[in-house]
């Protein structure tokens, strides 16, 4: 075994983040779900678009990091301001397909507005398993949206009046993290949302377990990557403060 210990770079811009989200965009940026600039920039002040949030979205969902299978998608979405020559195209097309992004209500999903913290949390929440019932929609949604993410912590670094404005990318990262590090959730009918089988209790899997292996073992997390079976066995470990991403590579058949 072959192991390789490499400190993650600090972006070119690390002074200007909030101290609480710099871990967040530090992993989601080794994991390839959030990209960051090529001079090694984040920009963490910078605002996103609703269909920049889409494609983080549908990364952290189908763990396609590297896009090649986006363009499946690229006539997916019923959007009229969606079309399939979009870069993003494909992105929306997956997210609205799965029911994890709404429109405006006419036919319109408004790809290069900013996305404001409610609409980034309403995404990211449908994707671990809420609005079976629409309740983020309607009169009163961002209050439903907001309410939930406060009971699984995933504000807890966040203040909420920040949620109603352009969200910067600093702070869509720190909600992604949050989110795909706390366990999906299951819904029905007679018990409505639950986070384990009551019958046979098995804990349901966060997002980042599914796609990533992100593990949170003694307050760390870890990663472990068995996507790439060909090459030789090799282990790279990533340190973050208090994370850890791991990626193994086996050139054997791994279960």
């Given amino acids: 075994l072959s192991v390789m210990s490499v400190a993650n770079a600090a972006f070119t811009d690390a002074k200007d983040f909030t101290a609480e989200y710099t871990e967040a965009a530090e992993v989601l940026t080794s994991l390839g779900v959030l990209k960051g600039y090529t001079d090694g920039s984040f920009q963490p002040k910078g605002e996103i678009t609703r269909a920049e949030v889409a494609a983080i979205v549908y990364r952290v969902v189908t763990g396609d990091t590297s896009d090649k299978s986006v363009g499946i998608y690229a006539d997916y979405a019923r959007f009229d301001d969606v079309k399939s020559t979009a870069w993003y195209a494909g992105y929306v097309g997956y997210c609205n397909n799965a029911e ?11 790809p290069n507005d900013k996305v404001t913290g409610y609409q980034a949390l309403a995404m990211i929440l449908r994707a671990m398993g809420y609005d079976k ?5 309607g009169t009163g949604w961002e209050v439903k949206v907001a309410s939930t993410a406060q009971q699984r912590g995933i504000l807890v670094n966040i203040n909420q009046g920040t949620l109603g404005v ?43 377990y599914k796609q990533f292996g992100l593990t949170k073992v003694s307050g760390e997390i870890t990663a472990v990557d068995y996507q790439n079976k060909t090459t030789t066995l090799t282990e790279v470990v990533d340190e973050y403060q208090g994370y850890r991403k791991q990626t193994l590579v086996s050139d054997n058949a791994l279960g």
């Fill in 100 to 110: 994890l992004i709404k429109g405006y209500g006419n036919g319109k999903f408004g």
């Fill in 133 to 137: 019932n629409g309740e983020f929609t």
């Fill in 166 to 208: 352009s969200a910067t990318r600093e702070l869509v990262a720190e909600i992604i993290f949050q989110a795909i590090t706390k366990n999906t959730v299951v819904y029905t009918p007679a018990l409505g949302y639950y986070t384990a089988d009551l019958l046979g209790g098995v804990a349901t899997d966060s997002l980042g």
